[in-house]
């Protein structure tokens, strides 16, 4: 048994001697270098070999008899139990008892430049900023409190702070109520719950978020898919579902929305309103990039144009600062937030309190917003980059979306060519993307895909697009494409 | 108008004045200070009467009218909009559109002890610890991908430090996989989700936490009752249930169970898993609290007893380290697990990482364990504490349990004595505790109510049981009880 030569213990840990021994020698039971049945050393052998104390190996000895890894034989020695862990027959087949698990995320090897995660700019990250002010939290007065158990609203400071901007900025009105959520993820999760009954009707874009697809699927709604253009939902086509289907909730991300990075002019967004206010739908507006504005006058967020209370806006600081803080909010009228607080708590009882007291610290040192504006230089080289690259390089008759901000681009290529089928050429070349399909209920927009651009660097977001044109320039040439217009903006 | 010469603006801030400015001027509006069509001041008197350049009070209105809160009128000035908030008549009407809200919880007034929070000993906190570790953390290496977009199963150095450590215990078999989720309460939801389709039966002690019957309800299970006694689930009854009801779910709190705070013996334990082996019920074991033991020998998860892999183990940290930190974590064979974190991607995405890391140092650190040794020596006083002054307060014929760790306690009225009848009497002078009812999916356990001793000092706990027991026998006595047994542990 040479395995047992090699256990390194740490006599400087604040585990017991005895403990770690026992600890190893279940390891080395439980990855097989020691089977089952076998002996172990005498205890003064493997004391001496060790450098250890001879009660330290019996009590290693004791403690793994007593929870039946060893059986110890009187006069004989310790053995490795023969029932360990392979003996029972009547193993649980989980795979046969469970739902299927749906396809995972593709990960394709030899990525070198990946458009398909939606993200900040890393580079961009004022960690020195994000140390300083955490330690002044951790060290501030409030500390002890923000370790206790919180309200599912959300810590009461960053409430405070979030509706006092909100109504200070006209987006929350008299009667409006405010609590935090995990991210928009969550936001939108508690929505579905509250909102949401069986084959109720959700209207979304066309393409949408895969993540809210899922949440409302989960949810049991019928998803019906309004079209988007180069500037947002199709208001006919809204006119249309809202007549045919009856939605109950109809959720909107007015700017720079994910996939396709599009924003809703001013004209449309009072029209949504307007039809909201109309059919009674309630209107879910997912306002999680509009802060990432690299160009143009910034718009009134749909809540601030409906003044008959029926908005209920999600906004979220992931997007903005750092993502692995998990904070969001919502901003809607008293009863709706008290509905949610009461579905939050089922869920997971409260947000976690010091990345909100974290994040507070970050908003009101004006961090934040200095941390935005770095932000959105850096986005607007990155826009102009992927704009360019694209007017350079896709091949004619593809189309390409104009963001003015945000994270997310929208190639459509030109027929018959479908993006998975480039997908496989691009990331044979170290290139990675997310196909249309992906956004789509139906699994439709086959010859879209999303570029997120945001967390690349100007130079790879070239060089990138520059592989997906030339694969997708090959690819139209062998099979001869019959559309033959440049590139052209998709608006 | 006298309420804009007492505005305040702050010179030091990141905000310009005029900003600051218009947003005091909109809170105003907002609150009704100034009303629809009033005239503001014109800008040199505004100027003046602030002390401000009259550039900033002009850009001030020239915003707001931008925004329509004002409306400008060349020659006249400007006016509070008309229409502003409260002129739109068709204010939606949520109350009537949402479901009613339950009974939020009571939160009576002059309460001065709380036996109704289950908690651990805020003053034992280690918060000099936890600072110094905190900002080791966020000083550390990894505080830049702390920050950055995580993964659903959790932040991988604690995973596989969670892992390692379950490993070495015996509690994970090979084949097992472990996720974090925000608390054991998510961990509770995402099982729902996964494991209850609609009318689907769910086994639950009873009396039981309330939150896992919210859970529970809310995924559209069946909530089948099995009676808990001085030594946990009564398995005579769990045979029964079993057999009748062919449970899909089980779920088991084995040790210091909330609310009676009584613990499975080995044999039950054994039985527990040896009836789940042979129904094919999936056993969800709640284990919490069980570090949380002040005498007596530990004993088996049923997780180690249960060599089939049926058994999806609960542990937190919350309960005994910061409960504002929200870090839970589920150890179960890997197909559980897989599906677990893809329902958890729909939630929120993934957990906060900044207090995962933050634990994953206090485990490391050896802090953690010192931590609880001393919650274990004030949990210990505490419990005896409570113990003593039931066996001397309470009124004859009243029955209460005897945990040997945990939070909480649960006591037995002699009939006809209800415990909402007793909460009001005893919120009157000042005590406060969660009555039976509220940890039943059917509304009885009227007579039963539980303390939770665990965040409250043992003068605290005598003094407070003294109230209820003097309340309980003065209504004893005015209603005219039968039974007279002296006050009896209930086992």
């Given at each position: 048994m040479a395995s047992l030569s090699h256990i390194e213990l740490d006599?400087?840990?604040?585990?017991p001697l005895y403990k770690q021994l026992a600890e190893s020698i279940r390891s080395l039971v439980q990855n097989g270098a020691i089977g089952p049945g076998e002996r172990l050393p005498a205890t003064r052998a493997l004391a001496d070999r060790l450098g250890l104390n001879r009660t330290t190996i019996s009590s290693a000895y004791a403690m793994l008899e007593e929870s039946g890894l060893l059986e110890g034989h009187v006069g004989r020695g310790s053995f490795v139990a023969g029932n360990f862990q392979t003996a029972d027959p009547k193993k649980m087949d989980w795979d046969a008892f469970l739902p299927p698990l749906g396809p995972l995320p593709h990960a394709a090897p030899g990525i070198e430049i990946s458009f398909a995660s939606s993200r900040p700019a890393e580079d961009e990250f004022p960690l020195a900023q994000f140390r300083r002010l955490s330690k002044a939290v951790i060290d501030g007065p409030d500390a002890a409190d923000i370790l206790q158990l919180g309200s599912p609203h959300g810590y009461l400071p960053l409430r405070r702070f979030l509706q006092s901007q909100a109504a200070a900025s006209g987006i929350a009105r008299s009667g409006d109520d405010l609590m935090v959520t995990n991210g928009c993820q969550q936001a939108l999760d508690l929505l579905a719950w509250l909102l949401i009954s069986d084959k109720q009707v959700a209207a979304v874009e066309d393409p949408v978020y895969h993540g809210l697809l899922r949440v409302f699927r989960r949810a049991g709604a019928q998803i019906v898919p309004v079209p988007v253009d180069g500037a947002g939902m199709d208001i006919d086509a809204l006119e249309e579902v809202v007549e045919k289907h009856r939605p109950r909730v109809l959720v909107v991300t007015?700017?720079?929305?994910?996939?396709?990075?599009v924003t809703l002019p001013l004209e449309r967004r009072k029209r949504i309103v307007e039809i909201a206010q109309r059919s009674g739908v309630v209107l879910v507006e997912n306002d999680i990039y509009s802060d990432l504005r690299y160009r143009g006058k910034a718009l009134p967020t749909l809540k601030e144009l409906d003044?008959?209370?029926?908005t209920i806006l999600l906004r979220s600081y992931s997007k903005v600062s750092?993502?692995?803080?998990?904070v969001g909010w919502v901003i809607a009228p008293r009863p709706v937030v008290a509905r949610l607080a009461d579905i939050k708590q089922v869920s997971d009882l409260h947000s976690d309190q010091l990345s909100q007291a974290i994040l507070l610290r970050f908003a009101e040192s004006g961090e934040l917003e200095r941390h935005l504006e770095r932000t959105r230089r850096a986005g607007l080289e990155r826009l102009i980059a992927v704009t360019r690259a694209c007017e350079r390089y896709l091949p004619a008759g593809a189309r390409f979306s104009r963001p003015d901000g945000g994270m997310n681009l929208w190639i459509e290529l030109p027929a018959p060519l479908r993006a998975r089928e480039l997908l496989g050429s691009a990331q044979e070349r170290g290139v990675d993307f997310l196909p249309g399909p992906y956004f789509s209920e139906s699994g439709t927009h086959e010859h879209g895909l999303r570029i997120s651009f945001g967390g690349l660097p100007p130079e790879q977001i070239e060089r990138g697009i520059q592989i997906i044109g030339a694969a997708a320039t090959e690819l139209v040439s062998t099979r001869g494409s019959v559309d033959m217009e440049p590139a052209a903006a998709l608006v």
């Open positions: 006599p400087a840990s604040d585990t007015p700017s720079f929305q994910n996939p396709t990075g003044a008959s209370g029926q750092f993502p692995g803080l998990r």
